[in-house]
């Protein structure tokens, strides 16, 4: 596996590959590597010549600097996730100044108001900065597909929206959530809960399936106060968001029509770590 350290390296590499014609499959993350991302990479691996992942704690993206301090960082340790799973052909792990040559700050966009909907309202700015490292990476890693989970599926709606209105020649695939055995959606922030709170956790997950019985056999109201009587009776728990959105929209919904796409989206804080979590509704 290629370890590339900067924007040269990565672009004499990406040169080399596409001479050879080589079709590029990309994972961009943020480091703390788990199984989530080795799913990523193991779909990129099945629809490409060559996978390469980024490593990068974009600092755009954070809404305080304790959140981005507080962020996990092992690069050993993902180094020796990423060479062992060999999935993986190469990684880019730029400095910041590759990414942001001139200010580390965002470029503005419009998504046309997917941005303004959940993450939108609790991390102002966060779209903007997850737009601009994205566009950047497309910009210097020029794949063919690109792919990002769906445990956060605002973000990759975000990235579809982003990529079509930019023109990107970049395919953007959703990949499933990976889960712990007890439902619990893995996540770079839930390596800092310890093992008691993982296991308790899985109440995130055991609701949304529940979400997903009651869907169009109860009013969405309705699912919504058993939602919120299940976190008040969880001790360390806060029900930060539970929601029902139209998928395509985003937009948070009362009422359902027969014709469109739904799904529950959640946000539980357990001893001070956010942990996210959506289902589609059928
Ligand atoms: O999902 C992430 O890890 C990040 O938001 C991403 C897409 C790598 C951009 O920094």
């Known amino acids: 596996m290629e370890v590339l350290k900067n924007k040269k390296t990565l672009q004499d590499f990406i040169e080399r590959q596409k001479e050879m014609g080589k079709r590029i499959g990309f994972a961009p993350t943020m480091g703390a590597l788990h199984k989530g991302h080795l799913s990523l990479y193991e779909t990129a691996k099945k629809e490409n010549d060559l996978v390469i ?27 020796l996730i990423l ?6 052909d190469a990684v880019y792990i730029p400095e910041v100044a590759d990414i942001y040559p001139e200010k580390t700050e965002s470029q503005h966009y419009d998504y046309d108001g997917l941005e303004n909907e959940m993450e939108g309202k609790s991390r102002p700015g966060h779209f903007d ?13 020029k794949p063919d597909n690109a792919y990002f989970g769906e445990k956060d599926f605002q973000q990759l ?13 970049v395919k953007i695939t959703g990949v499933p959530i990976y889960r712990a055995e007890n439902g619990l959606a893995l996540s770079s922030r839930n390596q800092r809960l310890h093992e008691d709170r993982k296991e308790v956790s899985k109440i995130i997950y055991q609701t949304l399936v529940k979400v997903n019985d ?10 919504k ?5 299940v976190f008040d009776h969880q001790q360390g728990m806060v029900l930060e968001y539970f929601l029902i959105a139209d998928e395509a929209t985003l937009k948070e919904t009362d009422f359902f029509y027969k014709d469109r796409q739904y799904r529950a989206f959640i946000v539980v804080v357990v001893d001070g770590v956010r942990l996210i979590d959506n289902m589609h509704l059928d």
């Open 129 to 141: 900065g997850v737009g601009t490292v994205v566009e950047e990476l497309f910009r210097q890693v």
């Open 157 to 169: 709606a975000i990235i579809k929206k982003m990529t079509e209105k930019k023109q990107l020649p």
């Open 83 to 88: 060479k062992n799973s060999g999935l993986v």
């Open 214 to 223: 009651w869907f169009r056999v109860i009013t969405i109201p309705e699912i």
């Open 53 to 79: 992942s980024s490593i990068f704690v974009n600092p755009t993206q954070f809404n305080n600097t304790e959140d981005l301090e507080k962020y996990p960082r092992n690069i050993d340790r993902d180094l």
């Open 225 to 229: 106060e058993r939602v919120t009587d």
